[in-house]
């Protein structure tokens, strides 16, 4: 009965719950990422959970997974249909038409939070998802790409991933160079339609460069020989492209062009890229974006273009909370006998934790196990706090790993801490 009642109620699939543990590790991610943003010039923006449909509809694209499978849509109790953020970009482009921020370009905007896919659950991939991100609007400029990477890449730097992932760079060039890569690629691929995979096929019409992409094992035998988007860019896309990989090579950020790199949501041109790493098996995309100059005018905003990208924190967790885990400050331990000397405990901790020193009373069990739970908590030091028989109070400072306790005054255990 106890086991029916407990399976009823866990979480839905695909959502987790972000454990104290886990969650100091996403806090430590975006706090990182938050403050090297800062040192960007960014600005944190905050955008609802969920948006008219038409939103996402119009930015993603119809033939989008992110839009044609994944979206969690509803109808409100007022009629309208809603969709569930999938994604940033989009919502941050609506806020910035619907806002009327186009007189404050150039705007460069960060922000964090989660994201809802109905996507099918496995490691590195959840229903309910983090993404911090960043998007630039309004600089025309192939060095707002290259400045977009810098900053990805300093953060990547900073969570001591950048030797563990790649960053993975293509171009999808102009509207033109796209359009003339579009019939190329559909002049190659419609004599094997009947060999594509169902979506493969669907895509044929719809939207052929997103076949590039595809995890099908029979698709990939056929892309293999496919044309290449490099072949079909026209001057100014390839000068674009090649001021993108200049700047990389100038900031020193390794990169490898992947020219089946196509991206998987519609609002991309020129420039797009994924950092990636092997070490998450099939989710390897850790931080991924590219350029998007239609979209402000898709959602009926001025011609404005923009670049950016948006990274996982989920994955990026999974990644680094063995290190990020060994970068907490220890907290201070006090153990007090008596419960007057409980008090002034409780007073000490406070005015340490107004100078912003991570302090922690224990109030239950003997003087005995308060002491082995503070010896479990820091495993140095502890604070310990007597009553005396006038009411006024000892201190003592015990070293846990030579056990020796040493005689204080107030104003010296505050000295000692301070220092
Ligand atoms: P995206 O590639 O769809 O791009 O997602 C960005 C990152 O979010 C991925 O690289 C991955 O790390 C993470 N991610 C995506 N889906 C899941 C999932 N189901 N579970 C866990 N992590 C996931 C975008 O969302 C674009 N808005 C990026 C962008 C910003 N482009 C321009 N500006």
Redesign the pocket.
């Known amino acids: 009965m106890l086991f029916v009642l407990m399976s009823k109620y866990q979480s839905v699939r695909g959502t987790r719950d972000l454990l104290p543990e886990l969650k100091k590790v996403f806090r430590s991610i975006d706090e990182t990422a938050y403050k090297t943003a800062l040192n960007y010039g960014f600005s944190e923006i905050e955008t609802p959970l969920f948006e008219f449909s038409e939103v996402f509809h119009r930015s993603l694209g119809e033939t989008s997974d992110a839009v044609s499978k994944e979206t969690y849509t509803f109808t409100d109790r007022g009629g309208d249909s809603i969709t569930l953020r999938p ?3 989009a919502g941050v482009v609506r806020s910035f038409v619907s806002e009327g921020l186009a007189q404050h370009i150039p705007l460069k905007l960060y922000y964090m939070g989660p994201m809802f ?1 109905y ?1 099918r659950p496995q490691k ?3 229903r309910q ?1 983090y ?1 911090f ?1 960043v ?1 630039v609007l309004g600089l025309e400029s192939p060095l707002a790409d290259v400045e977009c990477l810098d900053l990805a890449w300093t953060i990547l730097k900073k969570l001591k991933l950048d030797q563990r992932c790649q960053l993975e760079i293509n171009t999808l060039g102009d509207i033109e160079s796209r359009q003339a890569y579009r019939e190329a690629l559909v002049q190659y691929l419609t004599p094997f339609k009947l060999q594509l995979s169902a979506d493969s096929q669907v895509r044929l019409e719809k939207n052929p460069l997103r076949i590039l992409d595809s995890k099908d094992e029979g698709d990939r035998k056929i892309i293999a020989d496919a044309p290449l988007m490099q072949n079909y860019l026209n001057q100014a896309s390839k000068d674009f492209f090649n001021a993108v990989l200049d700047g990389l090579k100038k900031l020193n950020i390794p990169y490898h062009i992947n020219s089946k790199l196509v991206r ?2 519609d609002y991309y041109g020129h420039t797009v890229f ?1 950092f990636t790493t092997t070490e998450l098996g099939a989710q390897g ?6 350029r ?1 100059n239609g979209l402000v005018e898709m959602l009926g905003g001025p011609k404005t273009p923009g670049v ?5 924190v ?2 990026l967790a999974d990644l680094c909370a063995t290190t990020l885990a060994q970068k907490n400050k220890p907290p201070v331990s006090i153990v007090a006998l008596g419960d007057k000397a409980m008090n002034e405990a409780l007073f000490f901790a406070s005015e340490l934790r107004q100078k912003d020193q991570y302090a922690e009373v224990f109030f239950t069990g003997s003087f005995k196990k308060k002491l082995e739970r503070a010896n479990k908590y820091s495993t140095e030091m502890a604070i310990l706090i007597f009553e005396q028989e006038n009411g006024s109070f000892e201190y003592k400072l015990k070293n846990f790993k030579t056990g020796e306790e040493a005689l204080k005054t107030r104003e010296e255990v505050m000295r000692f801490i301070d220092t």
Request: net charge negative.
């Open positions: 994604e940033g970009t896919r996507e590195g991939r959840y998802f993404q991100g998007e998987g949501l994924e995309a850790i931080l991924s974006g590219g998007y950016g990208w948006a990274a996982g989920d994955r």
